[in-house]
């Protein structure tokens, strides 16, 4: 059964653009996507997915706002993505000790973007990895 | 999904989030923008980076990504927002829009400029360099060692766990001994001091950035303090939650504080809890309609809601952290404060939604664990005697009203919360003093500390906001205190040197004939009344353009029903039949049948009951109405300062830009207008104000040659007149050349240099509306973007307006910009046709006239009257509507409309009156009709069609050719 995931980030174009990459991978399913923070703890409940890809810049509620009531209320992973959250950086630490999965970039260069370096994506191969453990 | 659409989806994010940032930066120029838009700044600068990367676009990327790195030094770092970067980020925010505009068009990636990047990175140095510390004077004579400390930065995480192995093992100390008091039967014998302990124990953790432990001791000696039995319910529920909150602390560092002592409670099941939330949360499940309630209603609703908040406040000490519950209360205080109903309930249904979320997370985390509270002595009310001042929301205090009554910013209602109202309440019966002190904290680090030194040792408490003034940030401090103010104020210019302190007053109520404020003559001049009024708690809510639709269509509907109610009232059948009752009864009554005249009279008097009730109630429907016509048409209108905002720049911009010293002033900008006006507005109305500059105006030089005052003058001015607004954009600069218009005029073919004599200056003038219509000898930056007077006037009368120049050679020239305040309700001209009404959109009005028969002539098979020296197409509106002719009386009345530069005339049999008309969407049939615009109900419940000027005078130029 494909992995079940919910993309979050504040931006409708980065959404599509994730969502993309994702559903580029037969394994992967893209069952929604959430404004904000507030509208990603809505939608889990609703959607109960696999993986969460989370943004930490968000208007209404941010990521690690996010992150911390999320661990609360599912057993759902959450990946972060976000340009903040570089590997090392305090925010990355910080969303890790609240339980993040992994902490990955966004992406970067869409206009290169073919299908094979999709399915090779960072995203891709983390979200497979992070649901299985 | 193609690229064409990430490419739009960028197009529009983008543009948006440039928006944004312009606003506020302008917005900034004038005054503090707050946290808020501090972070909604840094937010849309980064949401810009992020899309430009992933679009693949290094250059605005670049641009952005060090504008974001600057405007995280604002927000995480407390570097002040200063007006150089400010004006710095402008300039990069117009690269960014520049770049934007030729990356979307060419779909591909552009370079940013190389010398902004540089300037940039030199700011980012220089500000983080700097920071929010000592001015630039002062650094080098004082080398702090405060300072290198926070050049250093060491790792916080680091810095609080050395505190906490300095302090943990005296808070664990400390909190078992309070413990062992408080809770056990036989309390031990407790040491005098252990409170006053226990404070200086909680000044030491602040001090060292415990601050959560600073709150737990607080409380702690607070609870020792209070001389109740041991037993106490009460204090047993409080030193749980204290020990919950400590144990998250421990938790958290993995570190032992003695949390686990202050809990006696076995936990009850999670079920428990969730039941007894049950019922507040279900009180907050309402759907309140804001149109359906009255003013006292909407009273009453919020005295509920108030009631709910109280429970779940409480409940929010289980639930979050203390910090969390005080800022939710500052916030609902904030909101109560606000004079406006409607927006202080839409701000408690947001914070709201919020308290309901977290509550519910914690219940399922606290469900899981099991790890619960017993609530039912949570939800017991709080005993009357002794409320906890960390709980209780006390709505009732005005927080505005004293503000304002001790002349204090209304910003500090923003830091103040309920724990506050006590206080604020004593100085204002004065009982308490409280003196202002507005303080330059980043002078040097030595004064900064005596003085928070000083101010801890003489006051109760203290609230402080941050200033900014010209490139400065200084601080005010609120300062309870129960010392004599002026000596406090002396007292405290010996401590501390005059040097730091900018200003400093006892607070006392201001009236009309004192004014307290004693500025000291040499300081700088403090802002204590922002232009921008922060905003606190006005919260938008987002409703759908077609729920305001149907909801303006049926208050349009309530109003049709409100004029016939009116009008069969106006009838007064039942007067009539009152009357002749009367009449029958007193017929009867001389034949002696007593029992009739007995049932008659009392029939009479049913109806007559049922009558005065009946105006009673006409009346009152009538009075409700009105008022919800006004907030529907407030639903859809906004003030035009929304407009107005960008202006100020842009005039600025060019006028440094041209060397010309432009003086702008705008009025009026709360005068407002319907949301789509303004939308259509803003770019007829930047060309303008562009024009004027750019076109109207004099160099200095020039100003001064022609005998004017160097600084030019250009003002823009709004008001409301009736159903309309009307803009003025005026300069006081050359003038428009009449003679070159209209030679232009003629050279292009717009008409002839015969009818040019004919006609009046004002007339003339109205040509450079003409399509393609432009004078300017040469190309200049402004004027060579493409749009032209003639774009500005299709602009305004696509959205129902007017627009006029007129202008005096030498003395400058005004732009009349008419609008109607509202799409929906237009004022309309009511003309009859046979046994039709018609109504025709006043704003198409020109004039309405009557001449004899043989003054209507016929050219062409066309009826034409010549007025006033011109040529009138007259048609029958009969017969271009219903395609018959009107009957032809000896004296024939028509109404002259003019769309455009088209004027006709329309033949009717009468004008009946003018009236407000709500012009809902016109049926399909109707629609079918290129002459007809909308169709409404008037006051006698007959149908009236409203013409379509527009489209009958395109049909009849048609028609003409």
């Known amino acids: ?133 | 999904m193609s690229m064409d659409f990430f490419w739009e989806q960028f197009g529009v994010e983008c543009a948006e989030h440039l928006q944004q940032i312009e606003r506020l930066l302008t917005q900034a120029l004038e005054g503090p923008v707050g946290n808020d838009g501090i972070s909604q700044l840094f937010r849309s600068m980064h949401s810009i980076k992020g899309l430009s990367k992933a679009m693949g676009l290094t250059g605005m990327e670049s641009v952005a990504h060090r504008c974001e790195d600057i405007l995280g030094l604002v927000r995480d770092k407390g570097v002040p927002l200063v007006t150089d970067m400010v004006q710095l980020l402008q300039r990069a925010n117009d690269m960014l829009s520049s770049l934007h505009e030729q990356v979307t068009a060419a779909r591909s990636d552009s370079p940013a400029d190389n010398a902004l990047l540089l300037s940039l990175d030199n700011a980012y140095q220089r500000f983080s360099r700097d920071g929010g510390a000592a001015p630039a004077a002062a650094a080098p004579a004082a080398p702090e060692p405060v300072a290198e400390a926070v050049e250093e930065e060491p790792d916080p995480l680091d810095v609080l766990m050395r505190a906490l192995d300095d302090f943990g093992p005296d808070v664990a100390r400390m909190v078992e001994r309070i413990a062992a008091y408080c809770l056990d039967a036989a309390p031990a014998a407790l040491n005098r001091s252990t409170a006053k302990e226990a404070r200086s124990l909680a000044i030491r953790c602040g001090d060292a950035g415990l601050s959560a432990l600073t709150d737990v001791l607080e409380a702690l000696a607070d609870e020792v303090a209070r001389k109740i039995p041991a037993t106490d319910d009460e204090r047993i529920a409080k030193l749980a939650r204290i020990g919950q909150e400590l144990r998250q602390v421990e938790a958290a560092f993995g570190v032992d504080l003695g949390g686990s002592a202050l809990s006696l409670r076995p936990p009850a099941h999670g079920e428990a809890m969730a039941q007894a939330i049950a019922a507040p949360l279900s009180a907050l499940d309402l759907n309140v309609s804001l149109v359906d309630l009255s003013e006292d209603q909407l009273a009453d609703v919020i005295a509920d809601l108030w009631d709910g908040l109280r429970v779940i406040d409480r409940l929010l000490v289980f639930a979050d952290d203390r910090n969390a519950q005080t800022a939710l209360c500052d916030r609902l205080s904030v909101a109560a404060a606000a004079s406006d109903v409607g927006i202080a309930l839409a701000d408690l249904l947001v914070d709201l939604d919020g308290v309901r979320d977290r509550l519910y997370d914690r219940l399922v985390s606290l469900d899981d664990s099991g790890d619960a509270f017993d609530l039912r002595t949570e939800l017991a009310p709080p005993p009357a005697a002794e409320p906890d001042p960390s709980i209780v929301v006390a709505p009732s205090f005005d927080v505005a009203q004293f503000l304002k009554d001790h002349g204090l910013h209304d910003e500090f209602a923003l830091c103040i919360s309920h724990e506050y109202y006590d206080q604020l309440e004593a100085v204002r019966d004065g009982t308490l003093n409280a003196v202002l002190i507005t303080i330059d904290l980043n002078y040097d680090a030595a004064s900064a500390k005596q003085f928070l030194g000083w101010v801890r040792s003489k006051a109760l408490s203290s609230i402080s906001r941050s200033v900014i003034s010209g490139d400065e940030t200084l601080f005010e401090f609120l300062v309870f205190t129960s010392e004599n103010p002026g000596e406090l104020v002396r007292e405290l210019e010996a401590v501390v040197g005059p040097s730091i302190v900018v200003e400093s007053r006892a607070v006392t109520r201001l009236d009309e004939t004192a004014q307290v404020v004693e500025a000291r003559p040499d300081a700088p001049p403090v802002e204590t009344s922002g232009a921008i009024t922060p905003t606190p708690a006005l919260t938008q809510l987002r409703v759908s353009a077609a729920a305001l639709d149907g909801f303006m269509s049926q208050v349009g509907c309530l109003v049709s029903v409100r004029s016939r109610l009116s009008v069969m009232l106006q009838d007064d059948n039942l007067g009539r039949l009152l009357d002749s009752v009367a009449d029958v009864g007193r017929r009867l009554g001389a034949k002696g049948m007593r029992e009739e005249v007995a049932l008659l009279e009392e029939v009479r008097n049913v109806l007559q009951d049922n009558r005065s009730r009946l105006q009673g109630i006409q009346g009152e429907f009538s009075r409700h109405l009105s008022l919800l016509q006004e907030t529907a048409l407030d639903l859809r209108v906004l003030p035009l300062s929304n407009l107005f905002a960008r202006l100020p720049r842009i005039v600025r911009d060019l006028g440094a830009l041209q060397g010309k010293d432009v003086r702008f002033v705008m009025t009026g900008g709360e005068t407002v207008v319907d949301k789509s006006i303004i939308e259509a507005l803003v770019d007829p109305l930047i060309h303008i104000v562009r024009n004027a500059v750019d076109h109207g105006l004099e160099t200095p030089a020039d100003r001064i040659a022609a005998g004017k005052s160097a600084q030019a003058m250009l003002t823009l001015a709004a008001v409301q007149q009736g159903g309309e607004a009307k803009l003025s954009v005026i300069d006081d600069g050359r003038g428009i050349n009449v003679q070159r218009v209209g030679q232009k005029a003629v050279e292009r073919g717009l008409t002839t240099a015969e009818k040019l004599a004919a006609m009046s200056n004002e007339q003339i003038i109205q040509f450079i509306f003409e399509p393609g219509f432009s004078t300017a000898a040469a190309v200049t930056e402004t004027s060579g973007r493409g749009v032209g007077m003639d774009i500005v006037r299709t602009a305004v009368v696509s959205i129902g307006g007017k627009v006029l120049v007129s202008s005096e050679p030498g003395k400058g020239t005004t732009f009349d910009i008419t609008l109607p305040i509202s799409a929906a309700i237009q004022n309309t001209l009511v003309v009859r046709i046979g046994d039709h009404q018609i109504g025709i959109p006043s704003r198409y009005v020109d004039e309405v006239q009557q001449v004899d028969r043989s003054e209507i002539r016929d050219l062409h098979d066309q009826k034409v009257h010549l007025l006033r020296g011109h040529v009138l197409p007259l048609h029958h509106l009969n017969s271009i509507l219903m395609g018959g002719e009107s009957k032809t009386d000896e004296r024939v009345m028509f109404v002259v409309v003019s769309a455009g530069e088209r004027r006709i005339g329309l033949i009717v049999d009468a004008v009946v009156r003018r009236e407000e008309m709500f012009l809902t969407k016109p049926h399909p049939l109707v629609r079918r009709s290129p002459y007809l615009f909308s169709a409404t109900v008037s006051g006698d419940g007959k149908l009236i069609l409203i013409v379509d000027v527009d489209g009958l005078m395109g049909r009849m130029a048609h028609a003409e050719m």
Do not use: F, Y
């Open chain 1, 1 to 133: 059964m494909a992995i079940k995931v919910l993309v979050v980030d504040d931006s409708v174009m980065m959404q599509m653009l994730v969502t993309e990459i994702v559903s580029s991978d037969p394994n992967l399913e893209v069952v929604g996507t959430a404004d904000n923070g507030k509208d990603a703890l809505a939608r889990v409940r609703e959607l109960e997915p696999d993986v969460v890809l989370l943004d930490i810049e968000m208007p209404v509620m941010d990521g690690i706002e996010t992150l911390k009531r999320l661990k609360l209320i599912s057993k759902t992973k959450v990946v972060i993505l976000s340009s903040v959250a570089q590997a090392g950086s305090p925010k990355a630490i910080e969303a890790k000790a609240l339980g993040a999965a992994d902490v990955i970039a966004k992406p970067s260069g869409a206009v290169s973007l073919d299908l094979e370096s999709k399915r090779g994506h960072l995203i891709t191969s983390t979200i497979r990895r992070v649901a299985k453990g």
